[in-house]
């Protein structure tokens, strides 16, 4: 289908941007635009003006801090992530969750700020994000402001970004010494959407779940942190039955799910207990995500 009418801009910096977004009405973001112009050709979006934000050097860097803190440009491209030091030995399930995205094509053009900022349920950077911690600057006609990553996905395809606000960069703080995530997925095929996601992580000390974080998308405001299974986590032995507990636990838990055309709602719960559960075994064992 062809495009609707609209304006191009290309911002000279990322106060232009801001600017941009603030001052012209209906006026959004186009990074990567492996979603968003598949939705202006089926129109689903009816934007006034396109304000292009990937050439922008300052949102496309990667820098680790002394700490070890991870700083990554919200124009990042997917392939940058995968093929990057920095990222591999920082924080790895980032560089492997980039390298299995989908194909070479989206990997070279899709930025992990469009897919956090999106926020479908099936995407995979969301889930992730929260389980590391993630911060996310973002920068608007107020100033500059840091949101947290469970304050920063308020529901399905909805942040917390505000009226002109543009995202910046996200941080990813080191993990705990003794910490370890894994990540696993069930989808409709190696380089296609996902049924259900489960995010891991666990803080160990001297053999003994100290802290954890677990995270679901592909379900109903996701992503969304299981709060009674990470309580029911802390104070097992790491190498014990962690995937019992949780199970046990994810029943008692409120989570919303919608069937499609690749699976029910039904379907799609019992599949994200099933990534939970293949998570924690994982884990167990000591096996890498």
Same mark, same amino acid.
């Given at each position: 289908?062809?495009?609707?009418?609209?304006?191009?801009?290309?911002?000279?910096?990322?106060?232009?941007?801001?600017?941009?977004?603030?001052?012209?009405?209906?006026?959004?973001?186009?990074?990567?635009?492996?979603?968003?112009?598949?939705?202006?050709?089926?129109?689903?979006?009816?934007?006034?003006?396109?304000?292009?934000?990937?050439?922008?050097?300052? =949102?496309?860097?990667? +820098?680790?801090?002394?700490? *070890?803190? %991870?700083?990554? &440009? /919200?124009?990042?491209?997917?392939? !940058?992530? #995968?093929?990057?030091?920095?990222?591999?030995?920082?924080?790895?399930?980032?560089?492997?969750?980039?390298?299995?995205?989908?194909?070479?094509?989206?990997?070279?053009?899709?930025?992990?700020?469009?897919?956090?900022?999106?926020?479908?349920?099936?995407?995979?950077?969301?889930?992730?994000?929260?389980?590391?911690?993630?911060?996310?600057?973002?920068?608007?006609?107020?100033?500059?402001?840091?949101?947290?990553?469970?304050?920063?996905?308020?529901?399905?395809?909805?942040?917390?970004?505000?009226?002109?606000?543009?995202?910046?960069?996200?941080?990813?703080?080191? =993990?705990?010494?003794? +910490?370890?995530?894994?990540? *696993?997925? %069930?989808?409709? &095929? /190696?380089?296609?959407?996902?049924? !259900?996601? #489960?995010?891991?992580?666990?803080?160990?000390?001297?053999?003994?779940?100290?802290?954890?974080?677990?995270?679901?998308?592909?379900?109903?405001?996701?992503?969304?942190?299981?709060?009674?299974?990470?309580?029911?986590?802390?104070?097992?032995?790491?190498?014990?039955?962690?995937?019992?507990?949780?199970?046990?636990?994810?029943?008692?838990?409120?989570?919303?799910?919608?069937?499609?055309?690749?699976?029910?709602?039904?379907?799609?719960?019992?599949?994200?207990?099933?990534?939970?559960?293949?998570?924690?075994?994982?884990?167990?064992?000591?096996?890498?995500?």
């Amino acid at each position: 289908m062809i495009l609707p009418p609209l304006r191009y801009l290309r911002p000279g910096s990322v106060g232009d941007a801001v600017h941009w977004l603030t001052h012209i009405d209906g006026a959004i973001v186009l990074a990567g635009g492996q979603t968003l112009v598949n939705a202006l050709k089926l129109d689903l979006v009816a934007p006034t003006a396109l304000v292009d934000i990937h050439r922008l050097d300052e =949102l496309r860097s990667i +820098a680790v801090s002394p700490d *070890r803190t %991870l700083t990554i &440009g /919200a124009a990042t491209t997917y392939a !940058a992530l #995968a093929a990057s030091t920095d990222v591999r030995l920082t924080a790895p399930s980032v560089a492997s969750m980039a390298a299995g995205l989908v194909d070479r094509q989206v990997r070279n053009r899709g930025t992990i700020g469009g897919n956090v900022c999106l926020n479908d349920p099936t995407n995979n950077f969301p889930p992730l994000l929260v389980a590391l911690g993630a911060r996310f600057t973002v920068l608007g006609p107020e100033g500059t402001r840091t949101i947290d990553a469970d304050d920063f996905f308020v529901g399905t395809m909805t942040t917390a970004l505000g009226n002109g606000e543009l995202l910046v960069s996200i941080e990813i703080p080191p =993990l705990p010494r003794g +910490a370890r995530l894994v990540h *696993r997925h %069930l989808q409709v &095929g /190696a380089d296609s959407w996902a049924m !259900a996601r #489960a995010v891991v992580r666990i803080d160990d000390d001297n053999g003994v779940v100290v802290a954890s974080r677990v995270v679901v998308g592909a379900v109903l405001g996701s992503p969304q942190r299981l709060r009674l299974v990470e309580r029911a986590l802390v104070g097992l032995p790491t190498g014990g039955d962690l995937d019992g507990a949780a199970a046990e636990a994810f029943d008692r838990e409120s989570i919303e799910t919608v069937g499609d055309v690749h699976c029910s709602a039904d379907y799609r719960r019992q599949m994200s207990k099933v990534q939970l559960r293949r998570a924690l075994r994982d884990l167990a064992k000591g096996t890498p995500s």
